[in-house]
């Protein structure tokens, strides 16, 4: 936590590259592209 406090993007949301990533690619939070790509499935072994 402490490393983080200093840092300049703290806040995923606020980051510009996560911003145009979703802008040119996965469309809007929790939407079918970036639910398929960046979601994890668990499945029973």
């Known amino acids: ?3 983080d ?3 300049a993007m703290r ?3 606020e ?3 996560i ?3 979703y802008n040119e690619f996965l469309g809007e939070a ?3 592209m970036s639910h ?3 979601h994890t499935h668990y ?3």
């Open 1 to 3: 936590y402490q490393e």
């Open 5 to 7: 406090a200093g840092m």
């Open 11 to 13: 806040k995923s949301h």
């Open 15 to 17: 980051n510009p590259y």
């Open 19 to 21: 911003k145009e990533l």
């Open 30 to 32: 929790g939407g079918p």
């Open 36 to 38: 398929e790509l960046l």
């Open 43 to 45: 499945h029973p072994r």
